[in-house]
């Protein structure tokens, strides 16, 4: 079955610091690959995504590319800001199998 | 346009207590899958509607069950409450399979 090892938490860091969060997956057939972010008490927002090998989801400054050679999809962020403390998931679905499998979730704080 | 709305926001119920909890898709969508996200975990897949029909479904009792009306929004009903049932529970639009995108939740405590 579809399964996703996300990077624990949680992760602290100083604004205007590197970010990667890693993300490996385990799937049958060809998944799509997605980043969702949750703020406190909110639900959860879609932050990129990507759906074939190779491909690049990139939204607010956040990028992740998909590898197929490595089932990975590291979330990447070349300058954190406050705002983007929050708790980001990793997840997939599959052709046929609509259903989301999430990671566990990673908590980022950033530190002015 | 709305986004994909929940009902209530929050919610307490007791032991052995039903609740039924609500979501209206996003414009255009037509599939309504629902989660449940305990603290501290990610989201985990109950079931999803489409054609006012249940689809596909995650690894829950039967105490779990939901429908889909002709105008896509759909309920989440749960029998026979207990103190494992208290989480967030999050519903999801798409449309013909695609992304799906979350509402703001419902949190349900049960003591």
């Known amino acids: 079955g579809n399964s996703v090892t996300q990077m624990e938490g949680p992760v602290t860091l100083s604004e205007e610091a590197f970010l990667t969060i890693n993300c490996t997956y385990t799937a049958t057939g060809y998944p799509s690959l997605f980043w969702y972010v949750q703020y406190p008490g909110e639900g959860l927002q879609l932050l990129l995504k990507a759906t074939k090998a190779d491909d690049k989801g990139s939204n607010k400054g956040f990028e992740a590319t998909y590898r197929k050679e490595t089932t990975s999809f590291h979330l990447e962020k070349g300058s954190v800001q406050v705002s983007d403390s929050a708790v980001y998931f990793c997840a997939l679905n599959s052709f046929g199998n609509e259903k989301l499998t999430f990671g566990t979730g990673t908590r980022l704080t950033i530190i002015p | 346009d709305a986004g994909v709305t929940q009902s209530p926001t929050h919610l307490i119920k007791t032991r052995g207590q039903q609740v039924t909890l609500r979501c209206s898709p996003k414009s255009g969508h037509d599939t309504v899958s629902w989660y449940q996200q305990a603290l501290g975990q990610g989201p985990q897949f109950i079931f999803q509607y489409y054609e006012e029909e249940e689809r596909q479904r995650g690894n829950f009792p039967d105490r779990f069950s939901g429908h889909q009306f002709p105008n896509y929004s759909s309920e989440l009903n749960v029998n026979a409450l207990w103190l494992g049932d208290s989480a967030l529970y999050l519903c999801?639009?798409?449309?013909?399979?695609?992304?799906?995108?979350f509402g703001p939740g419902t949190r349900l405590t049960v003591l």
């Open positions: 999801a639009s798409s449309w013909a399979g695609d992304t799906q995108y």
